[in-house]
């Protein structure tokens, strides 16, 4: 039940901010979800790194709205300087170099992970095309891809789930509970087309949604697996029924560079 009520209460503003709202409404609904997903990666990991994380992640969010990419090799080569100015200049005294390269990998990988990954939510947000409406149509799509995959993972699993997908990582996920979920993907991307996104095509909206749906359960089990590391169940608690914003971001991360080139390379 906490599930249905976080879905109802949040939807209809993630919704209406992409399709009533100027692009600056949702991406900075989306800046705030990355930003909040970074601390709670920073939360979990405990390495410290969150200000100089949130400043790069800041800055990687700037640039694929303002649609200026190039820079973002530039933040990251500034970031990675910076963690290893830090380690150089706390360890220097104590000498006690044993897990300096653990820990820098640590906290740059979060910006990685979760700023430059779901940086593409806000680039898609802003994508230029003549048709109307398009960034709303591909983040609807995206969205209702991404939501009933996991409805339908979550609803399959639990009622005819038997045979465990990868139980040293998530005991709960199921091999039913799979294909449940590729339907869930499939059916969602059929209804976009034919009710919001005629110019998707059928012969590309099928296997775009079996693709997300494996990409999904591939980020799912992966943000499962850093949890095991840091011995947490959820990634945090702020949403009802799901946990950390982490927890529903993770298997939106893989799947919006993959929706983005998309675009770039079928539809644009």
């Known amino acids: 039940m906490a599930r249905v009520i976080s879905a109802i209460v949040f939807l209809p503003v ?9 692009p600056v409404c949702f991406s900075t609904l989306a800046a705030i979800g990355i930003f909040l997903g970074l601390y709670e990666y920073y939360s979990l990991t405990k390495h410290g790194g969150l200000t100089q ?14 649609d200026q990419q190039l820079l973002i090799p530039a933040i990251i080569a500034a970031l990675v300087v910076f963690e290893l100015l830090v380690q150089l200049l706390g360890r220097a005294k104590t000498g006690d170099f044993s897990d300096v390269i653990a820990e820098t990998s640590i906290r740059v990988f979060g910006v990685l992970y979760v700023a430059l990954l779901g940086g593409y939510i806000i680039a898609l947000n802003t994508i230029d095309d003549p048709v109307p409406q398009m960034p709303a149509k591909l983040l609807t799509l995206f969205f209702i891809v991404v939501f009933g995959g996991d409805t339908g993972a979550y609803y399959t699993g639990r009622s005819i789930g038997r045979n465990k997908l990868a139980p040293r990582v998530s005991p709960g996920k199921t091999i039913e509970g799979v294909f449940g979920g590729l339907a869930g993907n499939v059916i969602a991307a059929l209804i976009a087309h034919y009710t919001f996104f005629p110019e998707l095509k059928i012969s590309y909206a099928v296997p775009l949604a079996i693709v997300m749906g494996f990409l999904g359960i591939t980020g799912d089990l992966c943000e ?5 590391g840091a011995k947490a169940k959820d990634a945090g608690n702020i949403i009802p029924g799901h946990g950390g914003l982490l927890d529903r971001l993770d298997s939106m991360l893989f799947n919006a560079p993959l929706l983005y080139y998309f675009y770039l390379i079928y539809m644009k």
Do not use: D, H, Q, T
């Not at 993630?14 to 100027?22: M, S, T, Y």
């Not at 994380?53 to 303002?66: E, M, Q, S």
């Not at 499962?224 to 095991?228: C, E, G, T, Y």
């Open 53 to 66: 994380g949130l400043i790069a992640a800041g800055a990687i969010v700037a640039a694929f709205y303002y």
């Open 224 to 228: 499962s697996m850093l949890k095991r």
């Open 14 to 22: 993630l919704f209406g901010a992409l399709w009533l709202g100027p």
